[in-house]
């Protein structure tokens, strides 16, 4: 967190991506993809991979980075680090960020949250929803990833190894209360770019007050009465009308 503040002072809106990746995203993309090498060879807990772009010469937003990087490095916001040198070594690079998600699926019964923090909670909530979740589901393993810059994370725990994955799937209902409402506590969103759709929509009327929902119902009255536009999401069939 304290080398994001440093690179946006340093790079500002030359960053096109900030992902954080903990270490086991790392480690499950390697192991279901042979491909997918390691760039550093030292270990880290968490990761991050940048992208910066502009439309000047390379030399000089290279120097700006490289900036970036050594302050990070002397003041201990960084412990370790590589900076792809070709198109091919940053494919590499990226290589781990999609190959993570891939790899997850492969490992048995996962939760998906894709919700969103004030970017300064963003450590705060990932140690408060492990912590929750490793005391009521013992061997549930980890696995977070996302956009650090705005906060979305993509907060994914697995199935404790060896694990029945039908009897895991079933806790999902107990493991979203316990990661929403972390979230909401923290001034969240339980989802961060995807929408409520249907899949979240019986969750929204806990984390909203009724004069929120009531205001929902009456805007989607006003403007679609027949309720033709996105039915069924937001807000359920029979709250759309009147009676």
């Not at 760039?39 to 968490?46: K, N, S, Y």
């Not at 929408?195 to 006003?222: D, H, T």
Request: proline share 4%; charged share 25%.
């Amino acid at each position: 967190m304290a080398w994001l503040r440093r690179a946006k002072s340093l790079l500002g809106e030359n960053i096109t991506t900030m992902e954080l990746m903990e270490r086991r995203c790392v480690d499950i993309a390697m192991r279901h993809n042979s491909v997918i090498r390691d760039p550093l060879e030292a270990r880290h807990d968490w990761y991050l991979i940048v992208e910066i772009a502009d439309q000047g010469a390379q030399a000089a937003l290279e120097a700006r980075l490289l900036a970036a990087v050594e302050a990070g490095l002397e003041n201990g916001e960084l412990l370790d680090g590589t900076i792809a040198a070709s198109a091919e070594q940053a494919a590499g690079i990226r290589r781990i960020r999609e190959g993570a998600p891939e790899g997850q699926r492969l490992e048995g019964a996962s939760y998906k949250h894709d919700v969103s923090v004030p970017v300064s909670q963003v450590p705060r909530f990932i140690a408060e929803a492990d912590t929750a979740l490793a005391a009521r589901f013992p061997g549930i393993r980890s696995f977070a990833f996302g956009h650090l810059g705005d906060g979305n994370i993509h907060y994914n725990p697995i199935q404790a190894e060896g694990g029945d994955r039908a009897l895991w799937q079933s806790y999902l209902p107990e493991v979203n209360l316990i990661v929403h409402d972390i979230v909401a506590r923290l001034g969240g969103s339980i989802t961060a770019k995807h929408g409520i759709g249907r899949l979240r929509i019986n969750e929204v009327p806990r984390y909203k007050s009724a004069v929120e929902m009531e205001m929902m119902r009456r805007l989607k009255q006003c403007f679609d009465p027949q309720n033709l536009m996105n039915a069924g999401k937001l807000l359920t069939d029979r709250g759309t009308r009147e009676e």
